[in-house]
């Protein structure tokens, strides 16, 4: 509990002044390091043939993220057949099945890095550092830029001279330029993070090198085999920028509990700290990037408050509840960091959605595991660097809809109603969510020559819950007791990852460009006050009642009955 006080106190003092950075970096304002980022942005502008002053509509916006969406996955998917026969594979890696190689690009597009490949096995050192370490950069900086013309559009679109007409608008709502966003907030934000995060990893002893791996003479002389070689590579750089992206997937098939990628308590610390710092820094942009501050501090208050009651369930759970007595459970976890440190861990990525892990999800005791689901079908305690502040605002303009009709006020937010249309839009999503893991997750337990799992009862339908749930939430953690690297999985997988992302990430957008045509009332003593404590409660008690209650079948029958069954044993 200290750690985790220690890590908040650190996230607020961090994540303050540079929210306040990206702010200005997201609003193109005038920055002393302008000279040096703009000798190294002008050719990526002539490049992409755009000029960063031009802006967009919703639908140019959308238009641009799909695009550079469909041309980095045939790059990355080509890559990833081929990599035996490209340079930088020292180790002789060969090529991916087509299957297998569409899950890991859909996956690391999408920002999920769900990994049903085992890391330096299956991937060659130019596959890693341009199809993974490349997608890792790019692909969270894309949901940043997308929240951000959101909240353009929530706010009445950019003032500009250049928006342009679009058919069937008086006007279009200008909401920025999606290349501009894209190259200002990766050079001028993330890489530099970037850079400081792998420094001081390879000070704590992860690799970052080029070279093979060395053979080394196993300790057993009676084993079957003679020597073993340890892999390594350019870690450091993937690590940082798997924990500063919300992405995940590591360059080792183990992830984070393997010590060359996580050495030390104190690489461990600062991997958590990473884990949610881009996405704390988000929250703390938005009141000096909107102009609204007491906004951005209900956002802050809301989910600071569902983070701490996660996580302390989560280290009640695995520490200090009744089945953490059992030795059993500490199968899978990091004895070198302990019960509280793996649980703390655990809470974390789920609610960042940071696939990465540092002991086996499918080893955690069973309420653990029910936390780690349930942050992720909230997918907005912090959630990911953009799509978590997304899914917020989804809930939002939910809770203004449900508040509105319970205190007899006409549906408003910033001055502008919510009527029929936009509410059609957010009922689509609240649907298509159980729509689309429920359905998937039905078919597969209901044909065992699919499923693969390796435990029978409650235990396996959590095992295939959590996959798709995973998958949707763009998270990446899995109960790695299944079976996953089939042709089933894959595809099925690859189609929740891009059902999971798009809709989520576009469907507000539109919703906020829907709202910005619309004509601004003065707000007034009678207008829906959302900068206030009792809207948070309230905003809790609906993400709660839309994401949690419509699961809660699946979770009875999952966890909740594999917990009450573990304590049955533990009576004995």
Known sequence: MIEFGILLALLVALGWPLGHYLAAVMRGAPMRGDR?????????YALLGTRPETGMGWRGYAGAFLLSNLLLALAVWTIFMTQAWLPLNPDGIPNMSWDLALHTMVSFLTNTNQQHYSGQAQLSYLSQMTGIVGLQVVTPVMGLAVVVATLRGLFGGRQAQTAQRAEGE???IDVGNFWADVVRATLRFVLPLCLVLSLLLTWQGVPATLAAGPVASPV??????????IPLGPVAPMVAIKQLGSNGGGWYGPNSTVALENPTPLSNFLQLLAIALIPVSIIFMIGPFTGRRRFGAMVFGTMLCMSVISSGLALWSEAYSASAADIALMEGKEVRLGAEVSALWA?????VNNGSVNLMLDSAAPLTGLVAMSNMLINAIWGGVGCGLQQFI?????GVFIAGLMTGRTP???GRKIEAPEVKLLAVLVLWQPLVILGFTAVTLAIPSLTGNSNPGFHGISQVFYEYVSAFANNGSGFEGLGDATPWWNVSCA?????????????PLAIAAMLARKRRAPE???SLQVETPTFALTLIGIVVILTLLQFMPVLVLGPVADHLALMQLLAR
């Open 36 to 44: 040096l980022f703009g000798w190294l942005e002008r050719p990526l």
């Open 170 to 172: 008086a006007q279009a």
């Open 220 to 229: 057993d002389a009676t084993a079957d085999f003679r020597e073993q070689k």
């Open 347 to 351: 809470a974390s990525t789920t609610q």
């Open 394 to 398: 989804v809930y939002l303009m939910l």
């Open 412 to 414: 408003e937010l910033f």
């Open 495 to 507: 189609i929740v990852l891009a059902a999971g992302r798009y809709p989520a990430l576009l469907i």
């Open 524 to 526: 007034s003593a009678g």
